[in-house]
T-cell receptor, first 115, second 118 residues
Framework: DAKTTQPNSMESNEEEPVHLPCNHSTISGTDYIHWYRQLPSQGPEYVIH???SNVNNRMASLAIAEDRKSSTLILHRATLRDAAVYYC????????????????FGRGTQLTVWP | GAVVSQHPSRVICKSGTSVKIECRSLDFQATTMFWYRQFPKQSLMLMAT?????????EQGVEKDKFLINHASLTLSTLTVTSAHPEDSSFYICSASVGTGWGNTEAFFGQGTRLTVV
């Protein structure tokens, strides 16, 4: 699986936007960019994923660079409940069958949200 | 979204005993589930791939005789930590996905099991 690089930690104030960067310079043309987050003492939860175009859902937005070598997860208004470790992970389009759902986690970014 | 349920959420056991952790997909069938382990302040580490009706596939360095995996049905996988020792104390998490393939599929995780071996 291709490697991603994220800052170890970031901070934000409540109700402000947060931009979490991820570098993936070795991304292949068939890799999807996935984001998951893990709240303290819980299993990870899915946030968003995309391939080439920017994506929006109720939780966040994903902005993908034109060359796909980097991406940014955007939380439009951070809340205290968004304090978590955010993981950026690449998943191959060809990933299927017995490897479906298998993820390799890096260290992620610890997001601290201040009231 | 789909739900993956893990039980128990927390367990304390004596050194030398075995502990079984269950992972269920509540509203979908999962032919494949995954087991992860997470030590404090560290990231998740994939331990093994659980395949319904066949043997599990273990990641390099994970002892298959130590961590027994059984995937007897399309909705249940179990991880048994045999002859547990204090160094096995960790947060164990399972996951599964819905769909037929491709990287364009999200994974769903259980809430995790905190194992403490005393």
């Amino acid at each position: 699986d291709a490697k991603t690089t994220q800052p170890n930690s970031m901070e934000s104030n409540e109700e402000e936007p947060v931009h979490l960067p991820c570098n993936h310079s070795t991304i292949s043309g068939t890799d999807y960019i996935h984001w998951y987050r893990q709240l303290p003492s819980q299993g990870p939860e899915y946030v968003i994923h995309g391939l080439t175009s920017n994506v929006n859902n109720r939780m966040a937005s994903l902005a993908i660079a034109e060359d796909r070598k980097s991406s940014t997860l955007i939380l439009h208004r951070a809340t205290l409940r968004d304090a978590a470790v955010y993981y950026c992970i690449l998943r191959d389009e060809a990933d299927r069958g017995s490897t479906l759902g298998r993820l390799y986690f890096g260290r992620g970014t610890q997001l601290t949200v201040w009231p | 979204g789909a739900v993956v349920s893990q039980h128990p959420s927390r367990v304390i056991c004596k050194s030398g005993t075995s502990v079984k952790i269950e992972c269920r997909s509540l509203d979908f069938q999962a032919t494949t589930m995954f087991w992860y382990r997470q030590f404090p302040k560290q990231s998740l580490m994939l331990m093994a791939t659980s395949n319904e009706g066949s043997k599990a596939t273990y990641e390099q360095g994970v002892e298959k005789d130590k961590f027994l995996i059984n995937h007897a049905s399309l909705t249940l996988s179990t991880l048994t930590v045999t002859s547990a020792h204090p160094e096995d104390s960790s947060f164990y998490i399972c996951s599964a996905s819905v769909g037929t393939g491709w990287g364009n599929t999200e994974a769903f995780f259980g809430q995790g099991t905190r194992l403490t071996v005393v």
